[in-house]
C-alpha cells in the first residue's frame, strides 16, 4: 500500500491504524471492539477480520477456559459499561438476576432495557428471551410486587424502539405459549400488559398537556 494512503488511514484511525497493519501483515485477526475500525479491515485493502470482546468471551466458553458463571459475569460488566449490542440468552439474563438480588434494581432495569429494546435485536428471538426470563422470575421470585417490578420493566424495554401495540400483542401470544403450565398466572399477566398500556398512553397524554402550557 502507498505511503501516503497510509497516511490517510493514520489519520482517520489514530493509534488504531498500528494494530490494523500488524493484523494485515502478519495475516492474524484484529481484536477490536470499534465497529468502524472492524469494517475498515475488512475491506479488500486489508483483508482481515475482526473479532470482539463477547466473540472471545464465547470462545474461552466453549473451550472451557472460562466458567458459565464468570462468563455471564463479563457480560454483565460488558452491558453496565455500555457496550454497544450484547446478546444475552434467558438463562444468562435471569442469572444477571440473580447477581441483581432477584430484584428490579436500577441495575437490572438498565440491563434489560439495553439487552431487550429495539430495533437491534430480531423481534421473535428477543420476545422468546423476554417470555422465558418472565417464566423464570414467576417461578423464584417469591415477593409479588417484585415480579410485577421486574415484569414492568421488561415490557417497558421491548416497546422501546418498536410499534407498542404490535409488540405487547406479540408478547401476549408468546406468554401464552411460554406459560402453557402456569395457565393460571396469564390473566394477571395481560392485565398487567393492559396497565402498562394505559400508564404509556397516561404519560403521552401529560407530555401533551405539559407542551400545550407551555405553548400557552
Known sequence: MPSEQLEQY???LGASAA???VASDTKLPLYADDLGLNQIAAIPEWQVQGVSTPAVLARMKSRGLLTAIKHCAALKTLILANYHVISVNSQQLWWICQSEGKKATPSMERI???TLQGP????ESVLRVAAEFTYQVW????QQDE???LFDCVVGALVLGRDDAQTRTQFKEVLEKIFINLPQVLPLINERVASYEQMSDDRGQETVTEKSEIAD
Request: net charge negative; charged share 40%.
Open 10 to 12: 493514520e489519520e482517520v
Open 19 to 21: 494494530s490494523l497493519f
Open 112 to 114: 434489560l432495557k439495553l
Open 120 to 123: 437491534e435485536w430480531e423481534v
Open 139 to 142: 417461578l423464584e421470585v417469591q
Open 147 to 149: 415480579k410485577l417490578r
